[in-house]
């Protein structure tokens, strides 16, 4: 099996982090992911605020409605979007890029949570974002303080279908 399915498996939405730093070579590794991710029309549409300082944190966490747990992470992405450059791409873009950095930060070691329940106005006003750009999410990143187990997962039967919906897809005789 390959390392990044792996990862993939093994990734979990992490709500507890340990009082710890993340080294700078990492935390540009997780950077770098999304800054590489694709694009519609290599727009890249894309803008990230990397917050540290504690009480900023803190206020991001309250507009994310009192997830408070946000605020024990070592960084804070606030990933934002521009519907000008791509207004029928510019989130989905946005979300690659942001699932590009959830995937390095747990190959790395680190835990994550998407965080989409935000006052967006408020988030915007913390980090100071223009008014033309929309916040997609927000995404605490840090050294988990827990090790959730897996969910559970829909079967595969119920999600793939062949040729048409309802249809079962049998690979075999693909």
Partial sequence: MSRVFEVIKARRSIR??????????????????????????????????VVTDPEKKRKLAKACWN??????????????????????????????AIEHMVLVAADLGYGTCWIGAFDEKEVREIVKAPENLKVVAVLPIGCPAESPPPRPRKKFEEIFFHEEYGKSLNLNKI
Avoid at 17 to 46: F, G, V
Avoid at 78 to 89: F, I, Q
């Fill in 16 to 49: 507890r982090y340990e009082p710890k730093p993340i080294p700078r070579e990492d935390l540009e590794k997780i950077l770098e992911a999304a800054r590489l991710a694709p694009s519609a029309k290599n727009i890249q549409p894309w803008r990230f605020v």
């Fill in 67 to 96: 997830q408070m747990f946000i605020a024990d992470a070592a960084v804070i992405v606030v990933a934002l979007s521009d519907p000008n450059l791509s207004p029928r791409w510019h989130d989905k873009d946005t979300m690659i």
